[in-house]
Each structure stands twice: as C-alpha cells, then as structure tokens.
C-alpha cells in the first residue's frame, strides 16, 4: 500500500520500486528550483535522483558544450567535460539550449564537479542536477548518456543512482589520476562504479592507463576521446 504525504505543495506518492510525483499548481510562483525538470521523472534511492533511462548508442565524435552552441557540425555527441562556469548556464536556463542540444546526435550528462573538499551535500547537490537534466533532455526526445563522477567513499552512496543496470556510462579522466592518491580514488571508484551498474560501455574523456583499464570486465566496450587539451598539445607539436 503506497503511502502519501506533502513535500513543497506537492504531493508524493511513494511506492516500493520508485517515487512518483504529482505538482500542485502554484500561481504566482516562480519555479526557482527548475522543478520543470522532473516533472515527468522517475526516481531512485532515498535521495531521490532523477533515473535517466538506458540507451543503445555509439558516440562517434565529442564536442563540448561551450563549443556547441556555434558549431556548424552536428554530427557529434555534446559533453561537460571542462570547467563549471562553462556550462553552468544550463542548470541556469535549460529551455535556451534544448533546440541546440536537439540538432546533435546526443548528450552525455553535465559533469558538474564533485571535488573531495566539498561539503558532502554539496557533492549529492550536483549529482542531482547532472541526473535530472539528463533526465529532463531524454524526456524531451533527446538521447543521453548519464555521467558518473565520484569521488572518495562517502559518494559511493549515491554516485550511481538514477542509472539502470547494463547502460552505457561517460566518465572524465582528464585532471582526475594527476598523482597517487588521485589515481588510486579513481580506480577504487571505477571498480565500484562498474560492479554496481555493470555498464555495458563506457564513453572515456581522457586517458585509459592500462593499469586501471585492463582490470575491467573484457565484455565492457570502452569509447576514449582525447581531452581538448591533450589534442590541443599533439596539434602543436
């Protein structure tokens, strides 16, 4: 039997696979949390993250967004694989770019950064909005492949909910394995990451060390793009 109760003038249905919300109109109300983006989400873990379904699809070619939004070339999948203040404009006013975003060939879902220092909600914060605009840009017919970021354990939590089992995943290696203590929190939460959703692909920004790679399953495809910046470099010399 589902149980009701009120969150923000909302009414919340809460069965045992998934919450399903029902918004109370609000006039006069500025949607200062962009709830528009749930609105038609399911959601998972006692968080609440926003479940971005799982696709069947090969990203050829990575373009980032801040280049995207001018480019003539579409025939491409738009990633958030650099600094924040480059896409946060996305969080900021979705419907802007939901017309651009729709001339590609897909998404992978905004990284918005999880560093370590970070107060643990703050951490929980951005993956929430990775999840649920992801979810926001597949309900509106575009196809998108969810980012995972971790950092130590206390993200392990929550950095994979709002992924189904078997999806293709992006992860950002670029400025995440730099020394030791760095390398050795991302291989602990890649394996973790790949044991929990047992993705069948994943989509690399940056380098695949071999030392880290070489240790996932065989069945899972691996998709590596050289970072901007890396190809930037070979380009010079």
């Known amino acids: 039997m589902s149980n009701v109760c009120f969150y923000l003038g ?26 528009f983006l749930i609105e038609d989400a399911t959601f998972d873990g006692s968080l609440e993250i926003p479940t971005i379904k799982k696709e069947s699809v090969e990203p050829n070619v990575l373009i980032p967004f801040s280049k995207c ?37 897909g998404v992978i879902s905004p990284d918005f950064s999880i560093y370590r220092d970070f107060p643990l909600v703050m951490q929980q914060w951005n993956t929430y909005r ?16 969810p980012n995972v970021r971790f950092g130590d354990k206390r993200t392990y939590s929550f950095c994979c909910l709002g992924i189904e089992k078997g999806s293709i995943i992006g992860i950002g290696t670029h400025g995440t394995i730099k020394n030791k203590l ?7 939460g890649l ?3 790949v044991n929990k959703i047992k993705p069948s692909g994943i989509v690399v920004y940056g380098s695949t060390p071999k030392d880290i790679f070489d240790k996932l399953p065989h069945e899972i495809k691996i998709y590596q793009f050289d970072s901007d910046f890396y190809s930037s470099r070979k380009e010079a010399q």
Request: charged residues 30%; aromatic residues 12%.
């Open 10 to 35: 909302e009414v919340i249905m809460l069965s045992e696979n998934k919450t399903i919300k029902s918004n109370v109109v609000r006039n006069g109300c500025k949607d200062t949390f962009k709830t």
């Open 69 to 105: 939004i001018r480019s003539s070339n579409n025939n491409c999948w738009v990633h958030f694989y650099e600094d924040d203040v480059m896409f946060e404009r996305i969080w900021n006013n979705p419907k802007k770019y939901l017309n651009i975003l729709k001339k590609y060939n």
């Open 182 to 188: 760095d390398r050795e929190l991302f291989e602990e």
């Open 191 to 193: 394996m973790y990451v």
């Open 130 to 145: 990775s999840r649920a605009i992801g979810s926001w840009l597949q309900q509106n017919g575009i196809r998108v492949i």
